[in-house]
């Protein structure tokens, strides 16, 4: 059996690439969490039984190579509180995107922030890329001020970018995050995470 891909992040923090057991934790969050994570993300309503999480994960396992997908569970302790991926991987360009939601009472404490430096930090280290770019509907600011802080550039806007479940489309922001500009500043913002000792 492969062995687990985990990223440390600190003594109570880590993400493991996410495995069929994690299903019924996932589902419990999204099922429970419907009206917070289903305003920016379509696919929980279409996740109506923990059967269709299985699923997801499942079709992540399957994957032939080139893998296009990799899927992290973040922990904390014990706990899986939400999921971080990186997402079309294009090895023949260096390229791939970053998606993320954290369970709604463990917002606000720079989790999904440290979650996302340990996964562009595995971005450029291990799958060797040039780029990375993360999207946010321009009116969830609570997304966009993570690719902010970390020093993305935002390249514009990506007009009726996504479907929601409800029908109407949303503009994405569109920020990148390049290999050289990561080597410049992944000193000062490994640092100031606490991260540093980890990566
Ligand atoms: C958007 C979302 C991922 C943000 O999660 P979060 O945990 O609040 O984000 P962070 O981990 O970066 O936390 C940032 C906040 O923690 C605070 N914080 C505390 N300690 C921190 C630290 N050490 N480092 C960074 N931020 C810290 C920041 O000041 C910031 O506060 P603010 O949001 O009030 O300005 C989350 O709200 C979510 O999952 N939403 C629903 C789904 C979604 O929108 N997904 C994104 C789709 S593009």
């Not at 891909?5 to 996932?26: G, M, T």
């Not at 917002?107 to 770019?133: E, P, W």
């Not at 600011?141 to 902010?148: A, G, H």
């Not at 489309?169 to 995470?193: C, G, P, Q, T």
Request: hydrophobic letters at 40%; aromatic letters at 10%.
């Amino acid at each position: 059996m492969a062995s687990k891909l985990i990223l440390p992040i600190n003594n109570e923090l880590h993400l493991r690439e996410i495995e069929v057991s994690d299903a019924p934790a996932i589902f419990h969050i999204i099922n429970t969490q419907r009206e917070y994570l289903g305003k920016w993300l379509p696919f929980v309503a279409a996740t109506e039984s923990w059967e269709d999480t299985y699923a997801f994960i499942q079709s992540v396992k399957d994957q032939k190579v080139p893998v296009v997908q990799i899927v992290f569970s973040i922990y904390r302790d014990k706990n899986l509180v939400g999921l971080i991926s990186v997402l079309n991987i294009d090895q023949g360009n260096r390229k791939a995107e970053i998606g993320y939601w954290i369970s709604q009472n463990e917002q606000h404490q720079g989790i999904v922030t440290k979650s996302v430096l340990a996964v562009i930090n595995y971005c450029f280290t291990d799958l060797m890329l040039n780029r990375v770019q993360i999207r946010c509907g321009t009116e969830n600011l609570s997304s966009r001020k993570i690719p902010e802080r970390l020093g993305f550039t935002l390249e514009g806007v990506e007009r009726d970018s996504e479907l929601m479940s409800d029908g109407h489309f949303v503009d994405h922001a569109v920020y990148s995050l390049l290999w050289i500009e990561w080597m410049e500043r992944k000193d000062r913002l490994l640092n100031s995470s606490g991260l540093y000792k980890t990566l």
